[in-house]
C-alpha cells in the first residue's frame, strides 16, 4: 500500500511540475502498482475485506483520485488551448493564392484604380 501512495503523490508532484515526460511516466507507475496491488490483495484477502487500516488508507486514495483526475483535465485544457498558437491548424483559408491555380492566380484589383487612360 506504501508503494501506491509514493505513486499517487509522484503523478501529484509531476503535474504540478508540468513535466510532461516525468507525468507520463508516474502515471504509468500508478497504474502499474495499481494493478500489482489489487491482485495482491485478492491473493492475500479471498473473501475480499480489506484489514480496517487497508481500507482507510484505499478509501483515503480513492476520495483523492477526483482531484488528481480534474488536475489532469485542466492541463489538457491548457494545453488544447495552446496547441493552435504553436500549431496553426490547416482548416484556416491561406494567405497565398488558392489551391486551384497550378502556379499562381490573377491579381485583383484594389478598386483605387479602375481605368487606366493614356
Not at 480489506?50 to 481500507?55: C, E, I, T, V, W
Not at 484505499?58 to 485544457?77: D, H, I, M, Q
Amino acid at each position: 500500500m506504501n508503494l501506491v501512495e509514493q505513486q499517487f503523490d509522484e503523478v501529484s508532484c509531476a503535474l504540478l511540475d508540468a513535466d510532461p515526460a516525468a507525468l507520463e511516466q508516474a502515471c504509468a507507475g500508478l497504474q502499474q502498482t495499481a494493478v500489482d496491488f489489487i491482485q495482491l490483495s485478492y491473493r492475500q484477502a479471498p473473501g475480499g475485506v480489506l484489514p480496517a487500516d487497508m481500507a482507510q488508507r484505499v478509501k483515503a486514495l480513492a476520495e483523492a483520485l477526483p482531484l488528481l483526475r480534474e488536475g489532469l483535465y485542466r492541463k489538457a485544457a491548457l494545453v488544447e488551448r495552446a496547441l493552435p498558437l504553436l500549431v496553426p491548424s490547416s482548416g484556416q483559408p491561406s494567405t497565398y493564392a488558392g489551391d486551384s491555380a497550378p502556379y499562381a492566380s490573377a491579381m485583383r484589383q484594389s478598386g483605387a484604380f479602375k481605368v487606366v487612360a493614356a
